[in-house]
C-alpha cells in the first residue's frame, strides 16, 4: 500500500522557520513529481511548491517566493519543504502529493487533480 507520511508541522512565531518533510514509502517515488499543497479554515486546498523528477525545477505559489523551498533526497525517497520567515497567513494543513507524470510543466504541476496520491496532511500554525 501506497502511503505518504509527512512531519515537522507545529507552533511557530511570525518570523521562524519550519521543515516539513514527506516520506513515502510502500514504492520509491524518485521518478514522480513531487508536491506541497495547504487549506487553511474555510478555505479551499492551494498549491505551495513543487518539484519535477527529471531536472529537478521546482515551482512555487508566488505568496511563498523567496521564503519556502521545495527539495527532493531521491536516495532517501524524501521530498523537504524548507518554510522560512513564516507568517501568520501561512497557518494551514500542509499535504505532501506525488504525481506519476514526473515532469510536468509549469502549469499542470500546480494542480491537485494531477496528483495521485496524498499524504493525511500535517498542521502549521504560525502566530503573530
Known amino acids: 500500500q501506497v502511503q505518504l507520511v509527512e512531519s515537522g508541522g507545529g507552533l511557530v512565531q511570525a518570523g521562524n522557520s519550519l521543515r516539513l518533510s514527506c516520506a513515502p514509502s510502500?514504492?520509491?517515488?524518485?521518478?514522480?513529481?513531487m508536491g506541497w499543497f495547504r487549506q487553511a479554515p474555510g478555505k479551499g486546498r492551494e498549491f505551495v511548491a513543487a518539484?519535477?523528477?527529471?531536472?529537478?525545477?521546482?515551482y512555487y505559489t508566488d505568496s511563498v517566493k523567496g521564503r519556502f523551498t521545495i527539495a527532493r533526497d531521491n536516495a532517501k525517497n524524501t521530498v523537504y519543504l524548507q518554510m522560512n520567515s513564516l507568517k501568520p497567513e501561512d497557518t494551514a494543513v500542509y499535504y505532501c502529493?506525488?504525481?506519476?507524470?514526473?515532469?510536468?510543466?509549469?502549469?499542470?504541476?500546480?494542480?491537485?487533480?494531477?496528483?495521485?496520491?496524498w499524504g493525511q496532511g500535517t498542521q502549521v500554525t504560525v502566530s503573530s
Open positions: 502529493a506525488a504525481s506519476i507524470l514526473g515532469a510536468m510543466g509549469a502549469m499542470a504541476i500546480q494542480k491537485a487533480n494531477n496528483y495521485d496520491y
Open positions: 510502500g514504492r520509491t517515488f524518485s521518478t514522480y513529481a
Open positions: 518539484i519535477n523528477w527529471s531536472r529537478g525545477n521546482t
